[in-house]
């Protein structure tokens, strides 16, 4: 599975990862709330799972780092 991480402040792109053979409760993506769940991730054909994050300099910016 293909997952796309955007920064969901600055909505630069962070990084893909390609995780075979993962479930998304191995991900840890089956602790979010359905609200949660809305909010951050999303799902294409060609780009697989987007996922909107933190870019470095926008946790420090924001002090979450």
Known sequence: MKITYYCDNCSSYI????VEGLSLAELGLDALTEKK???IIKYTDEDGIILSSLCDSCAEKLGTL
């Open 15 to 18: 990084n893909t990862a390609r």
């Open 37 to 39: 769940w809305l909010d």
